[in-house]
């Protein structure tokens, strides 16, 4: 009887333990390839010329790319800051459409 609830105390261990692994087993491809976007270079271009523009200092602005289109994230403190970030984005050779989704705080 005591042999029983120990074999089945390790299979059930077992099965909680492949779960969890499974469980948190993510793949990383679509990570990757969001990353791979992100830090192409004109998304890195784009991020330059926002980081260089006085009237953007302190800003936290994220650029992904996706093929002709720049897709800004992030916060600015005022809308004027968020209308620059895309002027910025719209003036690279690259982007023919900008979606704006940054927040104003």
């Known amino acids: 009887m005591i042999r029983r609830d120990w074999i089945g105390a ?3 261990g077992g099965l ?3 779960g969890l692994l ?3 087993s993510a793949s990383p491809i ?3 390839a969001r990353l791979e976007q992100q830090d192409s270079a004109e998304a890195v271009q784009i991020k330059v ?3 260089e523009a006085p009237d953007l200092a302190g800003s936290a602005i994220d650029v992904d790319l996706e093929g002709d289109r720049a897709i800004l994230g992030g916060f600015v403190e005022t809308s004027q800051q ?3 970030a895309e002027a910025i984005a719209q003036d690279h050779d690259q982007v ?3 979606e704006n989704n940054i927040i104003v705080k």
Do not use: P, Q
Request: proline share 0%; charged share 30%.
């Open 30 to 32: 679509n990570e990757s």
């Open 16 to 18: 909680l333990l492949t």
């Open 82 to 84: 968020r209308d620059r």
């Open 49 to 51: 010329r926002l980081l």
């Open 10 to 12: 390790l299979i059930l």
């Open 96 to 98: 023919k459409t900008v």
């Open 22 to 24: 499974v469980g948190c």
